[in-house]
C-alpha cells in the first residue's frame, strides 16, 4: 500500500493564480481532511470529507475548495492564491473523522507551498 | 480557551533523561485521546492513543485524568532520536479530531 500520497511535494505560485493540490489514499479510508501548517499555528484544518460526495468546513476553509468523487482521491484547490497561503499542507484519512472508537489517521508527506 | 493546550518547550534534555509533557483539553464530552509525533519537515505520525486506564510502550507511558481534563506522555531513558514535537489529539465524537500545537524535545548528547 502506497498509503496516503500528495502531489506536488513543492510548488511556487504567484499571487493571483490557481492550482490543486492532490491528495489520494489507497486504505480504502472514509474519512479524508486537509489541513495547513504554520510556524507557532499548529495543525489547522481546511476541510474534510466523511465519505464521496459529502464535504465540510473546517477551522480555516476560505480561499480553499474541495470536492470528492471517489473514496480515493480528495483535491485541494487554491482559487487565487495569496501570500497568506504560504504554509505547509497536509492531507490526512482515516476510518472514522472523530477518533472515535480510537483509530490511527494517516498524513501524507505534505506540500510545501510559497506564494509571492 | 483554546481547545487543546500544550507547552510549546522546547525541551533540551540529555541523553537518558525523563521528561513528561503535559496536554489539557476544555471538551468535558471528549473521548479519543492520542500522541503524534512530528519529525522535522516531516508529516505527523501515530505514537501512541491515551487509554482511560493508562498505557505504555517501551519507554513511553501515556496516562488520562479526565476529572482534570489533561493527558500525559512520559519519555524514560531519553535517546536522541526522540528529538522531535510531540502533538496532543483529542476526539470528541462528532466532530474531527483536535490538534495541540506541539510540544518541541531536543535530546543533546
Known amino acids: 500500500n502506497a498509503g496516503v500520497t500528495q502531489t506536488p511535494k513543492f510548488q511556487v505560485l504567484k499571487t493571483g493564480q490557481s492550482m490543486t493540490l492532490q491528495c489520494a489514499q489507497d486504505?480504502?479510508?472514509?474519512?479524508m481532511s486537509w489541513y495547513r501548517q504554520d510556524p507557532g499555528m499548529g495543525l489547522r484544518l481546511i476541510h474534510y470529507s466523511v465519505g464521496a460526495g459529502i464535504t465540510d468546513q473546517g477551522e480555516v476553509p476560505n480561499g480553499y475548495n474541495v470536492s470528492r468523487s471517489t473514496t480515493e482521491d480528495f483535491p485541494l484547490r487554491l482559487l487565487s492564491a495569496a501570500p497568506s497561503q504560504t504554509s505547509v499542507y497536509f492531507c490526512a484519512s482515516s476510518y472514522s473523522a472523530t477518533g472515535v472508537p480510537n483509530n490511527e489517521q494517516f498524513f501524507g508527506p505534505g506540500t510545501r507551498l510559497t506564494v509571492l | 480557551r483554546k481547545e487543546v493546550e500544550q507547552d510549546p518547550g522546547p525541551f533540551n534534555v540529555p541523553e537518558g533523561a525523563t521528561v513528561a509533557f503535559n496536554c489539557t483539553y476544555s471538551?468535558?464530552?471528549?473521548?479519543?485521546f492520542f500522541w503524534y509525533r512530528q519529525d522535522c519537515r516531516k508529516e505527523p505520525k501515530l505514537l501512541m492513543s491515551?487509554?482511560?486506564s493508562g498505557n505504555e510502550d517501551g519507554r513511553f507511558t501515556a496516562q488520562l485524568n479526565r476529572a482534570s481534563q489533561y493527558i500525559s506522555l512520559l519519555i524514560r531513558d531519553s535517546k536522541l532520536s526522540d528529538s522531535a514535537t510531540y502533538l496532543c489529539v483529542v476526539g470528541s465524537g462528532n466532530t474531527p479530531l483536535v490538534f495541540g500545537k506541539g510540544t518541541r524535545l531536543s535530546v543533546i548528547a
Open positions: 471538551n468535558s464530552a471528549s473521548q479519543s
Open positions: 491515551v487509554y482511560s
Open positions: 486504505m480504502n479510508h472514509e474519512y
